[in-house]
């Protein structure tokens, strides 16, 4: 027997009610769960788990509340919670009760186990439970915000709109609160014959066999992603206009929000090594750096944006040729077309400075190289089936070696060829300071950077996961600091 209010506000006894059949399963999932281990954003292998096919924000909402109603009752075992929700929550009731979560998270995150200890300690025993399995919960918030993103109403800019391919033109993606744009190209699907072939000069093992792949169309960012953008996201540049001048929150600020709370910590030193950063590529991110850039900016948005694939790196930068540059074989040409170490005088330029290839694309030869999702694959590239011949990607499972495309400023004319590959390397962190190393910077990559692609279709939950966000290890953020 347990005690709960009625609708009527006046409290009573009645029967233990049955476990909800719906959320038990996730419940019990849940109580396998090390959350003082597990990244936020590691909670969207769950998404499957609780997200009904139309993806209904009301129904994410009712089910995410039973769930915590039903865990709350086998594990606090308190009469105070009810043991069971009325059929509609008010939208007000689960806001508080989500702000609250994300407080808690906040509070011990950001303060530190020692300042959370002292401020629970104001708390009533009750309350104080409470507030403990709140914190559990934080791990499904990805969850809910990821959802609730894929149906918030997209920031309104018409050119972006595409059901087909003949739809897709070229646009400037807007980060609100900023003057920052990323102009982006339409890429049209096709095959192409991705490496290259034996005889080509300079031609690395890895870059074979050649195979014939299939893209899908997508849109490409016209430039290398440069600190314009990325300073915004790694130094929280929109929140602190969005308060300054009181620009009213909008759904997208809140999803987007998440994985600014998982943004980079402060960098230890300047990033762009006084190379330049108004109009300059941004560079020595990690990948998973450049993913939850990535992802800040999907939810900040409403578009699904993403690292483009190796596949379709390269068959943007070739765009139709078969050259061992977009716009022909003779290096002597590439200094009309990209910066490499004959022309950088030892830094990268401002992007969009020398020629684009034939589809609109800048500095795809050289000034920075661009991190794509795929694994580094030494020994070449991996046979593929007929299926897995459309929109190939070897989803990383070690840290290193992973890959980047195109060369940079620092490389040879025959390591910026369309086909050219690199793989990354722990000498790329090796004058990191903090111990354990930062899973954001890269202090010896001077000469990495990144560029974006959004897909025409957006992909289901449930291929994100599998496929386009998978990867491994998963990164956790260093929670202590540096002991000398």
């Known amino acids: 027997m347990v005690r709960s209010l009625s609708r009527h506000g006046t409290c009573q006894t009645k029967r233990k009610p049955r476990a909800i059949n719906q959320s038990k399963p996730f419940v019990e999932g849940l109580q396998s769960v090390d959350c003082n281990r597990m990244d936020l954003h590691e909670s969207n292998s769950m998404i499957p788990r609780i997200v009904s096919k139309d993806n209904s924000k009301r129904s994410l909402q009712v089910l995410l509340f039973s769930v915590i109603v039903e865990y709350s009752r086998y594990s606090l075992a308190s009469p105070r919670f009810p043991s069971r929700r009325s059929k509609f929550m008010p939208a007000a009731t689960f806001c508080i009760f989500r702000h609250l979560v994300v407080f808690a998270l906040i509070v011990i995150r950001q303060l530190g186990e020692s300042a959370a200890r002292c401020f629970t300690c104001l708390l009533s025993p009750h309350l104080r439970a409470r507030l403990v399995r709140l914190c559990e919960y934080s791990v499904v918030l990805a969850c809910i915000d990821l959802a609730v993103a894929q149906e918030t109403v997209p920031l309104e800019i018409p050119d972006s709109v595409a059901t087909t391919e003949s739809d897709m033109k070229r646009y400037a993606e807007l980060i609100e609160h900023t003057d920052a744009k990323i102009d982006m190209i339409p890429i049209p699907s096709g095959r192409f014959l991705m490496g290259s072939p034996e005889d080509e000069p300079g031609r690395q093992e890895s870059e074979g066999p050649q195979r014939e792949v299939e893209i899908s169309a997508f849109w490409m960012s016209k430039f290398e992603i440069t600190w314009d953008s990325y300073d915004i996201w790694m130094s929280d540049l929109d929140v602190y206009r969005r308060e300054q001048f009181q620009f009213q929150l909008t759904p997208r600020d809140k999803a987007a929000d998440v994985f600014q709370i998982s943004q980079p910590t402060k960098p230890y030193c300047d990033m762009s090594f006084g190379m330049g950063t108004k109009g300059y590529p941004a560079i020595c991110m990690t990948q998973h750096a450049a993913r939850t850039f990535c992802k800040w900016l999907s939810a900040k948005t409403g578009r699904y944006y993403r690292l483009p694939t190796e596949a379709e790196w390269e068959y943007a930068c070739r765009a139709g040729s078969t050259t061992a540059y977009s716009f022909g074989d003779d290096p002597a040409e590439l200094e009309e077309y990209g910066w490499f170490a004959d022309n ?141």
């Open 344 to 484: 950088s005088d030892e830094g990268y330029k401002k992007a969009g400075k020398k020629k684009p290839n034939p589809w609109g694309l800048y500095d795809m030869h050289g000034n920075v190289a661009e991190w794509v999702l795929d694994q580094f694959t030494e020994d070449g590239y991996p046979e593929l089936s007929e299926k897995e011949r459309r929109d190939p990607l070897v989803i990383p499972m070690t840290l290193y070696p992973r890959t980047v495309r195109g060369g940079g400023w620092d490389k040879s004319a025959e390591e910026c060829r369309s086909a050219s590959r690199e793989g990354s390397t722990e000498d790329w962190i090796a004058q990191d300071p903090q111990s354990p190393v930062s899973i954001w910077y890269l202090t010896d990559a001077l000469h990495v950077g990144f560029r974006i692609v959004r897909p025409l279709r957006t992909p289901s939950l449930e291929e994100i996961e599998l496929k386009w966000d998978k990867s491994e290890p998963v990164q956790r953020e260093r929670t202590t600091p540096k002991v000398e």
